[in-house]
């Protein structure tokens, strides 16, 4: 397993708006592997320790697709 797992709730109306936040996070340095699920509006985020909360946040609010919620290790974070 990862050292780090992000979750977030991110607002998806249609399959390019996932295909949006997919191409995102594609290639992201740290990101080990990740999940979107447009039926749940989830993105799940396997990261190594080298890549914080905080920037994959960044990274996914840069889309402008509406970020409501965002957990770090199963722990509640700020978005």
Do not use: F, I
């Given at each position: 397993m990862s050292p780090n797992q992000y979750k977030f709730s991110v607002q998806m109306g249609c399959a390019g708006c996932s295909g949006v936040l997919e191409d995102a996070l594609k290639g992201v340095d740290g990101i080990e592997s990740f999940e979107v699920?447009?039926?749940h509006e989830t993105i799940l985020v396997n990261a190594n320790s080298s890549l914080s909360y905080e920037v994959v946040l960044a990274i996914l609010k840069e889309?402008?697709?509406?970020v409501?919620?965002?957990?770090?290790?199963?722990?509640?974070?700020d978005v």
């Open positions: 699920s447009l039926e889309t402008g697709k509406p409501h919620s965002g957990e770090a290790n199963g722990q509640v974070r």
